[in-house]
């Protein structure tokens, strides 16, 4: 697939068409929606046109990535306006112009108006951050609130800066932010300052995710990964956003993963759980995992874990760790894809990459894995299934549905497939042979990975739907686009 350009030129309607050339606008104006804003640096002095308006967004943070962006598709169609905050470092502008461009086709055959899509080009890290999120944020005046918390049942856990209140608009930047400090005297008596921010829920995508690259790089993705998470989380809370989803993968189970049967959320927990399993007998499970193999898994464990303690702490915050276990697939436009700047690992986009005659053959990992034809078992969920599962996770924290302040779920499809099952497919739907190469396995590879997905299927009233055959169709689309 080409480069995707970044030097193009504006028009004021966009066909589908017309993004499969470089030439594409970097400013939309698309009929009957709010502007799209870009920036393309980090200068984030307020242009946008949001003080007039009252409208609430889900942040999503790396969305312009393989899965941020069919997400970002989905909470469209799902009428959420979205923030995307993203520093480009592992994708590419013109991505924003096709989710605009879908989400387009999409609202042009409904009577409603599309949401608005706002984008920063912005690393999550940048101090610029707190001013992004102050340009959502309103403040309240007003004395020490007595009510009801809706998680709690009772008063108890009221935080310090909950207070009946009274709207006072505030200037955005610094200024707000020593306001919000003065204001957190816990003194009943004195008016303080309570900041509503517009942003509703944030997904947090970002992340580096190549598990050789952590193992040459450890500093890289413990910075990104996890420290770009704590001060995050600290920005998060001086605003009062407390609704969280976070990116976690099926890597957190370490060696749990190779005992051969579906994996299920209680054999990675972060504090003690008692479950029963099915058999009805109950069971204890323990802090802790073993057999992480890379610096990227542990990323995602600490991660986790860091989110787990400070739901604990803090129970006003709703987290929900979303463990994914192999995304593959894309739109059916073949207009979304697995298009990353840096050199692919993961198996589609290294199909793709021998498809378009760009690599010479696919190398399989290890052949002598106790599967059906020797290679290893994954559970393959395709992307659009592994999006929808995110509005999911949103929609069940709104609604209150999930009991506890922080909550893990595996997204995956509860079935195993070979590799060899995937090329299979995906020989079939493009009527090409893929050249392989069978090579030995990788450190730390294991040869079964499904997830046991009944969690999500009761908690948040998520499925899979999507076949392999699918995704095997829309991965040669978005080679042909
Ligand atoms: N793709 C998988 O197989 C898989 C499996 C399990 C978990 N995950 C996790 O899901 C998340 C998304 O994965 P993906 O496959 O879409 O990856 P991706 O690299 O395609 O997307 C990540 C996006 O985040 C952006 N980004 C990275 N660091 C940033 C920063 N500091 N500030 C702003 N933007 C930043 C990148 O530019 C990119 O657009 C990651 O956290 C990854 O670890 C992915």
Known sequence: MDERSQSETSSSSLSLRSLSTPNSPDVLNTPDTERCVLFDDDIVEDALDIASHNSQFIMVIGGLG???????????KEDYN???????????????????????????????????????RLDYRNPCMRSVLASYASYKLGTKFS?????????????SYAYQSEILRVDSGNKSTEMIQSATIDDPSKPILRCESRIIGVIHFAAFKSVEESIRCPLKYYENNVCGLVDFLGLLQEFG?????????????GEGANAGIPLREELCVH???????????????????????SPYGRTKFMCEAILADIAKADPTWSITSL???????????????????QKPS???PVIEAVLMGDKPVLEIFGTDWDTCDGTAVRDFIHVVDLARGHIAALAAAAAGKIGNSFRTFNLGTGKGHTVREVLKSIEEASCRTIPVREVGRRPGDVGFCVADVRRAEIELGWRAEKSLADCSVNVWNHCQT
């Open 323 to 341: 463990r994914y276990f192999n995304p593959v697939g894309c739109h059916e436009s073949g207009l979304l894809g697995e298009d990353p700047r």
């Open 241 to 253: 956003i407390k609704n969280f989803v976070f990116s976690s993968s099926a890597t957190v189970y």
């Open 346 to 348: 993961n198996l589609i």
């Open 147 to 159: 009510g009801f918390h809706p998680r709690s049942g009772s008063n108890e856990s009221l935080p």
């Open 271 to 293: 504090h003690p759980e008692t479950y029963h399993d099915d058999d009805g007998d109950q069971h204890h499970a323990i802090p802790g995992v073993l057999g992480l193999t």
């Open 66 to 76: 393989y899965i941020g962006s069919h997400t970002v598709l989905e909470l469209l």
């Open 82 to 120: 979205v923030l995307i905050i993203d520093d480009l470092s592992n994708s590419y502008l013109s991505v924003l112009h096709r989710i605009q461009a879908l989400a387009n086709e999409h609202f042009a055959t409904r009577d409603r108006p599309m949401p608005a899509v706002h984008f920063r």
